[in-house]
């Protein structure tokens, strides 16, 4: 049974940093390609950064871009986002996801991802 476990959200100011972790058992971790995606209160779950299963390619969202890094450590099963500069509106739960096999050019569909896990909340105050 596959788990995908985050946690290190948290309240923090503007212009903050955190890092958040995804924990992942129950499937051979370099054979899945994981991302990070977001939903914020009333509005779509929204892409926010992507990594390929050897972690030599990564993709953001224009609006994280320059501030947040994902990476992975396959030894560990774990992917990480770090999060810098955050502003009020990166505010949101925070969900890590895993791609069997990859992802080809759909890095930021939702519906790539097979597995997902139960989020962080990431409170970003002005």
């Known amino acids: 049974q596959v788990q995908l476990v985050e946690s290190g959200g948290g309240l923090v100011q503007a212009g903050g940093s955190l890092r958040l972790s995804c924990a992942a058992s129950?499937?051979?971790?370099?054979?899945?390609?994981m991302g990070w995606f977001r939903r914020a209160p009333g509005k779509e779950r929204e892409f926010v950064a992507a990594?390929?299963?050897?972690?030599?390619?990564?993709y953001y969202a224009d609006t994280v871009k320059g501030r947040f890094t994902i990476s992975r450590d396959n030894a560990k099963n774990s992917v990480y986002l770090q999060m810098n500069s955050l502003k009020p509106e990166d505010s949101a739960v925070y969900y890590c996801a895993a791609a069997p096999g990859g992802f080809g050019s759909y890095y930021n569909t939702p519906g790539t991802y097979r597995n997902w896990g139960q989020g962080t909340q990431v409170t970003v105050s002005s």
């Open positions: 990594t390929t299963r050897s972690g030599v390619s990564t």
């Open positions: 129950g499937l051979t971790f370099s054979s899945y390609a």
